[in-house]
């Protein structure tokens, strides 16, 4: 990107908020005396203008591969931006109070590129170990997050780590028990955690405990086994006296009047 003298001043006098504004004393090159300049700092760039309500910048100060330190000097409050190099120039500030240099030393060194990317890794780092968790935590991977791979998805996983399973899985109650398909069985999860194997193979999920009927539940479905023989008897007995009537009456409606 191509940077100008006219879009140098226009970033520097637009509406987008500063990162620290302020006046400060800067010594000049040349002549060692301190002028009273309007500081802006924007990104990694310092704006300097004469006033505060000036419409351009005196000068511009790139923040990249330099420090920024503490000096003494015959003025209060000083503090240095020096970059590396032997014909590198030097820019000595003076604030106008402590908590005013506190504030500008802090500014300026964040405001490079090279500390944003420190901090960027730094933040990648503890978001890699808050999404993976602890070693050997519960949920968490058991690896360390530097060493992770992606697994292979469906059908490329190795066959060694997945268990035969039979022709026909055995059912308990018209449903299939995974607990007794042979060589899976595995101890239960010391840690609490029951959602994965100690390979890190998801387990099936457990199978519902079974309902024990009651004892009144039981004496009353006994009793209602007993006694429903004779009620169907009962009934059998009622319907079939009416079709046999019936069947009668049909068969001398049938003949006729007897002679």
């Not at 226009?10 to 309007?38: M, Q």
């Not at 990104?43 to 330099?66: A, D, H, K, Q, T």
């Not at 999404?131 to 066959?159: D, L, T």
Request: net charge positive; hydrophobic share 35%; glycine share 10%.
């Amino acid at each position: 990107m191509k940077l100008n003298e006219r879009s140098l001043a226009f970033y520097a006098t637009c509406d987008s908020p500063a990162d620290n504004a302020g006046f400060l004393y800067k010594r000049g090159e040349r002549h060692t005396a301190y002028h009273r300049r309007w500081f802006v700092l924007k990104g990694n760039m310092l704006f300097y203008f004469e006033e505060r309500e000036s419409r351009e910048p005196v000068g511009v100060i790139v923040l990249e591969g330099c420090t920024v330190e503490l000096c003494d000097s015959a003025e209060e409050f000083t503090f240095a931006i020096r970059f590396g190099g032997a014909k590198s120039r030097t820019y000595v500030l003076a604030a106008e109070s402590q908590a005013a240099m506190e504030s500008w030393v802090k500014s300026l060194s964040r405001a490079s590129f090279d500390y944003l990317r420190l901090v960027v890794r730094e933040l990648e780092k503890q978001l890699e170990e808050m999404r993976w968790g602890p070693a050997g935590g519960c949920g968490g991977f058991r690896q360390s997050p530097g060493s992770w791979k992606p697994k292979p998805s469906g059908p490329e996983r190795s066959p060694e780590r997945l268990p035969a399973l039979p022709a026909v899985l055995p059912k308990e109650n018209g449903c299939a028990v995974w607990n007794n398909v042979p060589g899976v069985d595995r101890l239960p999860d010391a840690s609490g955690c029951g959602g994965h194997d100690g390979e890190g193979n998801p387990r099936p999920p457990p199978l519902p405990p079974r309902r024990w009927a009651s004892s009144s539940e039981a004496g009353s479905a006994g009793a209602a086994a007993a006694e429903s023989p004779s009620i169907f008897c009962r009934l059998h007995e009622r319907y079939g006296q009416e079709v046999a009537r019936l069947r009668q009456d049909w068969l001398d409606r049938r003949r006729g009047p007897q002679l």
